[in-house]
């Protein structure tokens, strides 16, 4: 079984850019990407983690691949040597975004029996899909890709479960996600964001952040 974090290291996490200057948001970024890859390491889940870039990541565990083009692009020709130079194991593509996510959600989702399993994010994204035969499948992100992808797994034919977890919906793409890393992070992101100055605030009757 394969794992597969699609990452971008230059300009990562652009909307953040009111509140982070470039080279913090690149340190957040690299951040969260180390949550993600080392869960997936520790889970025991997977015999190979990659990381598709357009550049070398040095993330313990967890192998670089290279790939210049585009996201559905990269991800689809990923799959497609999967499928053809290996015994076309499942894979389990899981966004770099996604600091939350615990070894207990990497084990759920991988024990599934479904043909394909795919975890919503917030606003019709996908954030986590788990397919079993990727030879059988391809992924079309972008605006509402989780409808599109529910509509690929059903025309050809494949049993799709959705699941429901919090820690896999949690993308942090906002300022106003920066709080969810603060309430509910353990990892090198919340440390990243501590180190950085960052408290939670009181911000209109709701939770947010400061900078100290």
């Known amino acids: 079984m394969r794992a597969v974090i699609p990452f971008k290291k230059s300009n990562a996490k652009s909307r953040l850019s009111s509140l982070l200057t470039d080279k913090e948001r690149e340190d957040f970024a690299m951040a969260m990407l180390s949550d ?6 520790s889970s025991g889940c997977f015999e190979v983690v990659d990381i598709l870039s357009t ?25 497609k040597k999967m499928s053809s130079h290996s015994l076309n194991e499942p894979v ?36 986590a899909i788990f397919i079993r035969d990727p030879s059988r499948f391809h992924v079309d992100y972008y605006g509402a890709s989780f409808l599109k992808h529910m509509d690929i797994a059903q025309n050809n034919g494949l049993a799709v479960e959705v699941f429901d977890s919090f820690n896999l919906s949690t993308d942090i793409d906002e300022v106003a996600d920066i709080s969810e890393v603060l309430l509910h992070g353990t990892g090198r992101a919340a440390g990243c964001l501590k180190k950085l100055g960052f408290v939670l605030a009181e911000n209109g009757g709701r939770v947010g952040v400061k900078r100290t």
Do not use: F, H, W
């Open 36 to 41: 993600v890859a080392g869960t997936l390491v």
């Open 55 to 79: 550049s070398i990541i040095d993330c313990d565990g967890a192998n670089t691949v290279l790939a210049n083009s585009g996201l559905n692009e990269a991800l689809n020709e990923y799959l």
């Open 92 to 127: 389990l593509i899981i966004m770099a975004d996604i600091p939350l996510v615990s070894i207990q959600n990497i084990k759920d989702i991988t024990a599934s029996r479904s043909d394909v399993v795919i975890a919503p994010g917030r606003m019709g994204g996908t954030n």
